[in-house]
């Protein structure tokens, strides 16, 4: 039982640390990443034009930010459940849920970017937050349950 309650502290400790892991992602976003966008939006943005961006540099730096994030979330997945299965799935979906955002917010960006803000807005939010990990979590308590 003192086993088990150790454990499950080591545990609790483990994902509060990849918790705060994710919130100094988020606190220092406008030091570790390049992201036009994230005063742009913070405005009444759509009234003012679209920033001038270096699309190269945008790229980059989402892709380094989805990976922080989705390194950190599995790590959470894999603490949390301890279940390689729930693991492997959920790196197979952050991938393919990268490269379809990652797509559609380049050709939104190329495209429509003047007419289609809050689309932008919201696909760049689910490349640079970790909103799958709180899509995941319930539905795999429920997967855990039903089983």
Known sequence: MLKNLLNNK????VLLLLVLVLASIR?????????PY?????TDFTNFPMPVVDKL??????????????????????IAFNDINFTKFASVLYGILFVILIIVFYVVLAFFADESKME????????????????????????????
């Open 10 to 13: 080591i545990k609790v400790f």
């Open 27 to 35: 606190i220092f976003e406008e030091s570790l990443f390049y992201d």
């Open 38 to 42: 994230l005063d742009y939006f913070k």
């Open 57 to 78: 540099s945008l790229f980059l730096s989402l892709v380094f930010r989805y990976s922080l994030n989705s390194i950190v979330s599995i790590a959470f997945i894999q």
């Open 120 to 147: 932008l807005f919201y696909i760049r939010r689910f490349l640079i937050q970790p909103l799958f990990l709180l899509l995941f979590i319930p539905g795999y308590l429920i997967q855990k349950r039903v089983n």
